[in-house]
T-cell receptor, first 113, second 107 residues
Framework: EPEVTQTPSHQVTQMGQEVILRCVPISNHLYFYWYRQILGQKVEFLVSFYNNEISEKSEIFDDQFSVERPDGSNFTLKIRSTKLEDSAMYFC???????????FGQGTRLTVV | RKEVEQDPGPFNVPEGATVAFNCTYSNSASQSFFWYRQDCRKEPKLLMSVYSSGNEDGRFTAQLNRASQYISLLIRDSKLSDSATYLCVVTHNDMRFGAGTRLTVKP
């Protein structure tokens, strides 16, 4: 069964550093998403991406964040100048069509120290 | 009012019990509705879509009432493996998750 894969599974970084979280969406999917989940809290939408550009973003997705699809398979989330409160599980997801069922990767646990 | 609001739970039920989860949403223009389940420290996994006509998948039944902006999930004959957090998801321009309701099914 096709799946969304994310690397690394766990990333520890020092406050102020930049991190890049990587995702390989399901190959025939056209819509890509990033979500985050702070421990014990709900899943929060960050950004959606289609046709090589951002289609929607939440209030969380400020200038600290950026996304990119550098090649035909990877979809990345860059977080600049990380803060302690960026510590969370970051989930990548993809879908065949806009909005319907999205399939999630296993997540990258980001710990900022 | 929260965008997506769920029963806070937790629900602790014996095996074989029937349990119902409720969810309300605030945006009347919402387009699609889903139930996801999330195991501890794992990714959300799609359980089922929710339609106005109601839909059933084995022991699971989902219902949508657009007029009341209300979604429900019914689990019959609950199994130990049903223990998880159930997430109500509502979409308009993006997917908005409820905080989830934790279910523990006990022997």
């Amino acid at each position: 069964e096709p799946e969304v894969t994310q690397t690394p599974s766990h990333q520890v970084t020092q406050m102020g550093q930049e991190v890049i979280l990587r995702c390989v969406p399901i190959s025939n999917h056209l819509y890509f998403y990033w979500y985050r989940q702070i421990l014990g809290q709900k899943v929060e939408f960050l950004v959606s991406f289609y046709n090589n550009e951002i289609s929607e973003k939440s209030e969380i997705f400020d200038d600290q964040f950026s996304v990119e699809r550098p090649d035909g398979s990877n979809f990345t989330l860059k977080i600049r100048s990380t803060k302690l409160e960026d510590s969370a599980m970051y989930f990548c997801a993809s879908s065949e069509d806009r909005i319907p069922e999205a399939f999630f990767g296993q997540g990258t646990r980001l710990t900022v120290v | 009012r929260k965008e997506v609001e769920q029963d806070p739970g937790p629900f602790n039920v014996p095996e074989g019990a029937t349990v119902a989860f409720n969810c309300t949403y605030s945006n009347s223009a919402s387009q699609s509705f889903f139930w996801y389940r999330q195991d501890c420290r794992k990714e959300p996994k799609l359980l089922m879509s929710v339609y106005s006509s109601g839909n059933e998948d084995g022991r699971f039944t989902a219902q949508l009432n657009r007029a009341s902006q209300y979604i429900s999930l019914l689990i019959r004959d609950s199994k130990l493996s049903d223990s998880a957090t159930y997430l109500c998801v509502v979409t308009h321009n993006d997917m908005r998750f409820g905080a989830g309701t934790r279910l523990t099914v006990k022997p």
